[in-house]
Structure formats: structure tokens, C-alpha cells
């Protein structure tokens, strides 16, 4: 209720996601994953976070959530893949989200070939295509919304052969990694 709370206050769109199967078996507890959108710029989010920064009341809230985590982090993305559009009526209640590395030089090449299999895939809503500003210089991840478990499955196995065809293991350092989560609250503006 703190998260739904935190995201509502910030009048962004977004969602809260819990995990449906742990990626890392090993950690305390698979976590629960708060998005907040909307940013044309990274000016827009840096405005964003300095007043969340600069503002009591919204730092107070947040040390209160911080408080029950084990950890908490912020993951700055950028969205290479370009709107998010959904149809009209469309409710997604799962999100898988792939995380890959790619081999050092071979960054721009994967999301290239991500971003041709993107458009080639049939879902009328398209994975996302986007990469962390922090972390593994050469990550990136997928993406994908569906309406129950069984139609993420079906897009990630249209989405998976379609990247064996394209080459995309060969451009990778290391497996990928999925994490399955439900969409447990959702904010639109």
C-alpha cells in the first residue's frame, strides 16, 4: 500500500509489479518493482528527482518503504524502442522482463537486431527495448507485456526463436535473464 501510495502521489504513469517466479532463487526475497514513466528527457527526470529529493514529505514517505525492503534501488533507463503505446482496452497483467549482456563492441549490434525482431514479432503491443544509464555498460533488456502468463510465454517463444534466427546468442557475454512479474497496480495520467 506505501508503493501504490508513493507512485499515485507522483501524478506520473506507471506500475508496481510483484514477482510471479524468482530469477536469483538465492536472494531473500524476489522484489517488488515500482516504474515510474513518462520522461521525454533525461532534463525531465533529472526535475523529477531533484524535487523528490528536495521535497520532505516525499523523501519521509520513501524512507518509510525503504524501511521494510532489504534493499531498494533506482535504475535510470532509456526507452530505445520509442513509444509505449498500448490499444485501446488492452490490460496487461504480466511483464517479463529479459536482461542481457552484450560481448564488449557488440551493444549497438543486439539492440539492432532486438529492434528488427521487435517489429516482426505479432503482438499488437511490442516489447520494450531499453538499457539501464548505470551499471553493465553493454546491458540491455526486453520487455514484454501480456494479458495472462500463457500469452507471455507464447511472445517469448515467438520473440526467442526469432532471436536464435537472427544471431542474438552470438552477441551475447553471458545467458540471459528473465524475471516474471504481475502487475499489481498500475497508474495512467
Known amino acids: 500500500d506505501a508503493v501504490k501510495a ?4 507522483t501524478g506520473r504513469p506507471g506500475n508496481i ?7 536469483a532463487p538465492n536472494l531473500p ?3 517488488i518493482i515500482s516504474t515510474i514513466g513518462g520522461f521525454a528527457t533525461l532534463d525531465d527526470f533529472d526535475a523529477f ?27 535510470v533507463s532509456e526507452v530505445l524502442s520509442g513509444e509505449l503505446g498500448m490499444p485501446s482496452g488492452y490490460e496487461p497483467k504480466v511483464i517479463g522482463r529479459t536482461g542481457m549482456v552484450a560481448q564488449l563492441g557488440k551493444k549497438q549490434e543486439l539492440v539492432d537486431t532486438l529492434l528488427g525482431i521487435r517489429d516482426k514479432v505479432s503482438p499488437d503491443v511490442k516489447p520494450i527495448v531499453s538499457t539501464p544509464l548505470s551499471g ?37 557475454a553471458q545467458a540471459p535473464v528473465v524475471y516474471l512479474s504481475r502487475i499489481a497496480y498500475r497508474a495512467s495520467v
Do not use: Y
Open 6 to 9: 508513493s507512485l499515485a502521489a
Open 17 to 23: 509489479t510483484i514477482p510471479v517466479s524468482a530469477a
Open 29 to 31: 526475497r524476489p522484489g
Open 49 to 75: 528527482q531533484e524535487a523528490a529529493v528536495n521535497n520532505k514529505t516525499v523523501m519521509n514517505r520513501l524512507d518509510a518503504i525503504d524501511a521494510l525492503c532489504d534493499r531498494n534501488h533506482w535504475t
Open 136 to 172: 553493465p555498460l553493454t546491458a540491455v533488456r526486453v520487455s514484454a507485456r501480456g494479458t495472462s502468463l500463457q500469452d507471455l510465454d507464447d511472445q517469448r517463444k515467438e520473440f526467442a526463436g526469432q532471436a536464435r534466427n537472427a544471431g542474438v546468442p552470438d552477441l551475447l
